[in-house]
């Protein structure tokens, strides 16, 4: 629920496993999720007395989703936001002599009275990440997206509804494929996976990988 003592526990428990597997903190990225909003401030909008002013509540409701989201910044110490910020908490660019790793939040907009946990970056941040992929479009090296939410439907292992997918997983597609992405890395899904697509327009194939779940167990990925 993105509580100072998770994110705490967390932080210490990447930097044991990186410091084991000889790996800096410096090389240490994150791709924030539904999860890593603070809910208990983004409900705090539910305590305010408002008359029935549907745009003071929209208002509050927001403010309040925005400072829930950047909980992050404030409860990480050791693992540092990208230097090429982008406009949610903890997305950016990071560029090294290998890849180009665009970040994107597609968790910030999470808030515990959803129907279902689905992804969004909002138009700011969809719009961000267009701009900046095309600034790296003819330069040779991996470039990888690295985000929380799968961006398009996957196939369950019992009959099953996907319903927390990217919001805007065509348009961010749309980008990836036209801008020469190679690789998205993202998580949410509990099953481990990796497929590779190619479709009309895009500049070559991109592979995808799901990194799974440690918190779950086979029985609930089963499941669905």
């Known amino acids: 629920s993105g509580s100072p003592q998770e994110f705490y526990h967390c932080e210490k428990l990447l930097l044991e496993i990186a ?10 990225y994150l ?6 909003v603070d809910w208990n401030i983004s409900e705090l909008y539910t305590k305010f007395s408002i008359d029935n002013n549907k745009d003071t509540e929209s208002l509050i409701k927001d403010k309040y989703r925005q ?11 050791s693992i540092k936001v ?30 515990k009275d959803q129907a279902f946990s689905h992804g969004k970056l909002d138009i700011a941040q969809l719009q961000w990440l267009d701009t900046e992929v095309q600034k790296y479009k003819g330069i040779k090296k991996w470039k990888i997206i690295l985000m929380h939410h ?4 996957y ?41 590779t697509h190619l479709k009309t327009g895009w500049m070559h194939p991109i592979t995808f990988v799901c990194a799974g779940s440690f918190a779950v167990n086979a029985a609930h990925r089963a499941s669905g």
């Open 19 to 28: 410091g084991k597997l000889g790996i800096s903190d410096q090389n240490i």
């Open 31 to 36: 791709g924030l999720g539904n999860h890593d």
């Open 67 to 77: 400072i829930a989201s950047y909980a992050s910044v404030i409860n990480l110490s």
């Open 82 to 111: 990208p230097l090429q910020k982008g406009p949610a908490p903890y997305s950016g660019v990071i560029e090294n002599d290998n890849f180009i790793m665009f970040i994107i939040n597609t968790g910030w907009c999470c808030t």
């Open 150 to 153: 799968h961006p398009f439907n």
């Open 155 to 195: 196939q369950y292992h019992v009959p099953a509804p996907d319903i927390s997918t990217l919001e805007e997983g065509s348009e961010l597609l749309d980008i990836a494929g036209k801008n020469g992405i190679n690789l998205i890395i993202h998580g949410h899904r509990h099953h481990p996976y990796a497929q």
